[in-house]
Every structure is written in structure tokens, then in C-alpha cells.
């Protein structure tokens, strides 16, 4: 993997030298997303410069050096990520090609300038993030692959038009001067994360998935999509899948077999992340069919039982015969890894798995270059707890009135959370979900909602996150347009288009991004390849969700290579013990950045509900970890970034 920046001059006014010397300093922000080696090129007239960190995955050789130039000198690009159709892309193109190496850039470069950009990347499967000029007519491009699995940021300040693979490409640029976005902060203490096209700054965006953004030479911008994937469920409806269960997983595993040994090509090491669930499992199992040999797998333990996964993915590494390492960590390092994600994630974000993410990468980095992983299991099959359970319990609550639902509603949250959990003790620990109390406190609160404020709820750490964030007004995520919404009569339908959209590239996907990409590692993620997504879209919900199973079609093909067995239990969260942590170990470093004069002072936060919450998670009243962990990121990464 690789991190690219640049920067366009729409006066043409900056001397070659600097425009080089600038866009290299950018770059060097992007050191740890490509230590292998870096270049810039730059063409004063059209005041441009690319730059380029590389990762070298596939033709370690100097032809797969970058920024770089088609044959014929017309196009030239600084491009992250991976196309796993390179092969079939090259047999397409002109077979007396000068052919100068094997990288898969050159061959998309190759493509843009024989088919034009639009078709080149309709033809192109894989993770990408691409900065392409057309030196002919003065035109740079900006590209992001369909699902949001590589970032890219941009600003127009000053008469400058910067981009890069993140943030701090773009704070490197002396004439970048940014504000923080109030109202997209809003957004970020709701749920953890700052959705698309949104950053924390002002008139800074992220390039939204499926997108092509074109700078033209007097600057005007324009961004339109090439996929989406309210378009792709429309077809995948009009062309439903009607055949057996059956059928349906042995095209399934086709397509998934496909994906992992696309994946599964490259120059340099290869493992795969293997937390014992269903997803990973799923990936590594295919992956060893393919192989002659063991594949190595990577997991991480704690010494905390609750959320210790690697038994069971010891027991999945052991029936399939991977070359499996298992690495303990303690709490302590666990800990020690929370000073630098201001660092690491470059903007605030908190989702606290991304410090179990970062640890298994930097263990997985000692031996190998790029690993797979499991990612977009829950999306796209249904995996979600909130999708089987609140819909059950929606589903069985519907028929009272809504004056009866609220006071049940009231009754649950009037219960402690660790109350319920030892009310629900009954139930084997097989079949009771982690934080039993706190997950029914939060489906509670959903019982007089309706279909999208129950979801907004239910992915909320905040509900009102404006009364937290001075003079914010929250931009609230928009609703899907009626036609779609009339083909997906289910919520549960309509939640996995929400977090497809939304969560997917602006949590999971940005947290494995960053975590990976502190150590050049780099991740790949099989069951997004888009042509899986848009199956996935052709099947009724009851292949996803039947009989209460959720990724029950998933399943069936993880079935034909794993006993059920090893892998059936309850659906848990790559989670650490951060509640009890907020309370001993980190109660310090937590109370320094929740200190109310401090947060006065800085003219964000209104510090009265936090240090109300902040007592009551003290005492035991609530377990409010994930609200405050929202708060305490934000404030690491702006004490960080803007002190």
C-alpha cells in the first residue's frame, strides 16, 4: 500500500523548486503508509505536483516506481492501492504494448490513457485512491474505489487545490490553515467517527467512495459517482437470486474463492487476520484451500476472559492447518498504545478495536507484508446484533400502544445495566451477547422511534450531540430516497444500506486503514470486492437472516471447510475492557483531558453533561465508556493537533 498527495496552483504562480519541495515535505507526513521509497514529479506550467510514498507490493523492481508516466507520456499518476484484475486489464490492452514492468499502475495507467478514465476504472476491480493529470488537457482527476476501502482528502485554500491520502499530507502545506468543523464534530461525538464527505475541518472533504472528482485548469470542481450502491441494489432487485440455498452458497463460495485468490497475489509475505469468527474464519479457510502451503494466521490474546478471541481462533488455525501465531498482550500494552492514536488515526476517532486493530498489524508486520481480512461480513450478510435483535424486539413490542412502549422503555432504563446482566445469567454464555445490560438499555431507548430514528439511536454514543458541541448544528444523515426505500421494506435492509454507506467506510474501514498502514502493513478485504456486494444484494433476507441465524448463508460456505462447532457462539466485538480501564488505569490520563476549565477554555465542549457523565461512570451508575471515549479522542487528537 502506498500514500499519495499533491497540489494543484490554479495561479501557476509557485517556481517548480517550490512546488517540489512542498509536495515532497507532504509526503514525508505519509512515510509510514510507503517506507520503501518516494518520488515527486512536477510541470510548473500547469502548476502541479504529484508525490508518492511506496509500499512495494507487487514488481518490487523500479518500474514500479511512482509518480508515473504512460508510455506515451500523456498521463501521469500517484495511485494507492491494489487491482486485482491487472492480468486480464494488460491482455486487453494493445499486445505490442512497450511493456516496462509488472505493477498493476502501470497497467491502470496504461488502461486510462487507451480507454479514457471512466471506462478504465468501470473495468477495474480492487482498492484504489488515485491522482491522475491528463497533460493534454491540463485536467487532474481524483479517484476513490467503490466501497471507500483507501482515503483521500482534499482542500481548495488560497488559490491551491491539496489532496492526500490523509490529513497530514495536507497540514505539511504552510498555506493550510484549517478550522474545526463544529458541526461535523457534532456528527463525530454522536457516533465515533466523522461521516463522509465531511472531515473534521472546514471546507476540507474526503473524496466519497464510487466518486471521480475532476479539477479543471481554472479550478472548478466536480464530483460524480461512477458505482453506487443504491444503483447496484436497484439491479440486484430487478434481477433477484431465485434459486435454492443450495445454489445460492455454491455461488456463493465461487465468487468468495475468486476474491481471495485475487488477493491472495503478491511479491512479498502474505497472512491473514483470524479472530476465530465466522468472517475471518471464512477468508482464512479459502485461502488455505488455495494454498500448498500452511497460511499464516494472526491473532491476539487477553488475559481478561471477556474479550479474549483466541481461543477460538486457535481451535479454526488448528482444524484447517495454517501456520497460526498467537501473541498475548497485555492490558499494560494495550494502554501503552493509546498516547499514539492522535498519531496513527491523523483526525479524532473512537473506535476503541482500533487498539487491539494496531497491535495484531504490528505483531502480523514481523513476517509479513500484506494480510487479509474479514471485514464487510456484517454489512453486507446481515451480521450486526443490532439487526436480528432490534428488529425482534421491535417486532414483538409493535402491537402495544406507544404510551405502553414508552413506560416498558422507561422500566429497562431504569434497570442498572449490570443489573440486567445478572437477570439474564440464565441464559448460556454461548447465546448471551457481551454487555447484555448496556446493549437492551440502548434497544430500549428505540421503542418508540421510528425505523431511521431507531437506527440514528442505536449507533448513537451521544444522542444529543448539540448540546455538547458549542455552536454546532449536526448535519443529519440523509434518509434514502423514497423509491429505493419502497424496494427494501425490512429495516433491517434499510440498516445495512445505512452502515454500507456510512459506517463501513468512516469506521471499519478507516480504522483498519490507519492501523495497518502505521506499520506498512497492508490489508485486504476479499469479501468487499464489489462483485460480492452486489450478489449479496440479489439474495432475500432470509439467506442472510433465517431462523434468527444471522450471516446464515456466509455460514454455509464457512461450513464446508470448518465444523460448525468451532465457530458457532455468540457474535462479540474486537473490544477491550475499556469501562473498568476509564476507571483505574486510565482514570488519570482521563481526567486530565477532562478537566473543565481546560474544556471551557478551548471553546469546543460544554464541559457540564461530560463531567456529569463522567461521574456517574465513576460511581458505577452507568457504564458510559463509549461516550466518553468519543470525548477524550477528541481531545487527545486536538491537544495534539491544535493546542
Not at 126 to 148: C, I, P, W
Amino acid at each position: 500500500m502506498c500514500g499519495l498527495t499533491g497540489i494543484l496552483d490554479l495561479t501557476r504562480s509557485t517556481p517548480a523548486a517550490s512546488l517540489a519541495r512542498t509536495a515532497t515535505a507532504m509526503a514525508a507526513t505519509l512515510t509510514h503508509r510507503g517506507p520503501d521509497e518516494g518520488g515527486v514529479w512536477v510541470d510548473e506550467t500547469a502548476g502541479i505536483a504529484l508525490a508518492h510514498r511506496r509500499l512495494s507490493i507487487v514488481d518490487l523492481s523500479p518500474a514500479g516506481r511512482q509518480p508515473m508516466h504512460s508510455a506515451c507520456g500523456r498521463t501521469v499518476a500517484a495511485y494507492n492501492g491494489e487491482i486485482y484484475n491487472a492480468p486480464e486489464l494488460r491482455a486487453a490492452l494493445d499486445a505490442a504494448h512497450p511493456w516496462r514492468g509488472h505493477s498493476d499502475t502501470e497497467v491502470l495507467i496504461e488502461a486510462i490513457t487507451a480507454w479514457g478514465l471512466a471506462r478504465a476504472i468501470d473495468a477495474s476491480v480492487g482498492m484504489f485512491a488515485l491522482a491522475v493529470f491528463d497533460r493534454q488537457s491540463r485536467t487532474l482527476s481524483l479517484v476513490r474505489d467503490r466501497l471507500g476501502k483507501k482515503p483521500l482528502y482534499y482542500t481548495t485554500q488560497n488559490g491551491l487545490f491539496l489532496f492526500g491520502s490523509q490529513l497530514s499530507a495536507l497540514r505539511a502545506h504552510p498555506a493550510f490553515s484549517p478550522a474545526i468543523d463544529r458541526n461535523a464534530l457534532a456528527g463525530f461525538i454522536r457516533r465515533g467517527h466523522v461521516l463522509h464527505p465531511d472531515t473534521i475541518y472546514e471546507n476540507v472533504h474526503q473524496l466519497e467512495p464510487g466518486h471521480i472528482l475532476t479539477v479543471t485548469p481554472d479550478g472548478t470542481t466536480r464530483s460524480a459517482p461512477y458505482w453506487t450502491l443504491q444503483t447496484r441494489i436497484r439491479a440486484a432487485r430487478a434481477t433477484p437470486f431465485t434459486s435454492t440455498p443450495q445454489d445460492a452458497t455454491t455461488a456463493l463460495e465461487t465468487l468468495l474463492t475468486k476474491a481471495v485468490a485475487a488477493r491472495m497475489v503478491a511479491d512479498v509475505p502474505l497472512g491473514a487476520f483470524l479472530s476465530g469468527g465466522y468472517d475471518s474464519a471464512t477468508v482464512t479457510a479459502l485461502m488455505q484451500s488455495l494454498s500448498p502451503t500452511p497460511v499464516r494466521t494472526y491473532c491476539i490474546g487477553f488475559d481478561n476472559p471477556a474479550y479474549d478471541e483466541a481461543p477460538f481462533a486457535r481451535a479454526v488455525a488448528s482444524h484447517l492447518g495454517t501456520d497460526h501465531t498467537e501473541f498475548r498482550v497485555t492490558a499494560a500494552e494495550a494502554r501503552d498504545v493509546i498516547p499514539l492514536l492522535p498519531e496513527i488515526y491523523d483526525e479524532p476517532f473512537a473506535d476503541a478495536s482500533q487498539i487491539p486493530t494496531y497491535l495484531v498489524a504490528k505483531r502480523a508486520r514481523q513476517s509479513v507484508t500484506v494480510a487479509l481480512t474479514g471485514d464487510g461480513g456484517d454489512e453486507l450478510f446481515a451480521g450486526y446484533n443490532r439487526y436480528n435483535q432490534g428488529d425482534s424486539l421491535r417486532r414483538k413490542t409493535r402491537h402495544l400502544p406507544a404510551s405502553a412502549r414508552r413506560a416498558l422503555a422507561a422500566a429497562l432504563l431504569a434497570t442498572k445495566p449490570a443489573t440486567l446482566d445478572k437477570l439474564a445469567s440464565f441464559i448460556p454464555a454461548r447465546h448471551r451477547p457481551q454487555a447484555f445490560g448496556e446493549k437492551l438499555h440502548k434497544l430500549a431507548d428505540t421503542l418508540a422511534l421510528d425505523d431511521t430514528q431507531a437506527y440514528r439511536r442505536l449507533t448513537s454514543q451521544w444522542p444529543d450531540p448539540n448540546a455538547i458541541i458549542i455552536g454546532a448544528t449536526e448535519r443529519i444523515w440523509p434518509e434514502l430516497d423514497p423509491a429505493l426505500a419502497a424496494l427494501l421494506p425490512n429495516p433491517i435492509e434499510r440498516m445495512q444500506v445505512y452502515d454500507t454507506l456510512g459506517y463501513l467506510p468512516a469506521d471499519v474501514l478507516t480504522k483498519v486503514d490507519r492501523a495497518t498502514m502505521a506499520v506498512s502493513l497492508e490489508a485486504r478485504a476479499p469479501l468487499l470486492d464489489h462483485r460480492v456486494a452486489e450478489f449479496a444484494w440479489s439474495l432475500p433476507l432470509d439467506l442472510k437472516i433465517h431462523n434468527g441465524d444471522a450471516k446464515w448463508l456466509l455460514r454455509q460456505v464457512l461450513y464446508r471447510h470448518v465444523p460448525k462447532a468451532l465457530v458457532d457462539r455468540p457474535k462479540s466485538g474486537f473490544g477491550i475492557p475499556l469501562g473498568d480501564w476509564l476507571r483505574t488505569d486510565l482514570r488519570d490520563w482521563a481526567e486530565h483531558l477532562l478537566d473543565e476549565s481546560t474544556l471551557t477554555a478551548s471553546g469546543y465542549l460544554n464541559p457540564a453533561p461530560i463531567r456529569a457523565l463522567w461521574a456517574s461512570h465513576l460511581s458505577g451508575t452507568r457504564n458510559a465508556q463509549y461516550a466518553l471515549w468519543n470525548v477524550l479522542m477528541f481531545e487527545a487528537w486536538r491537544r495534539t493537533h491544535h493546542p
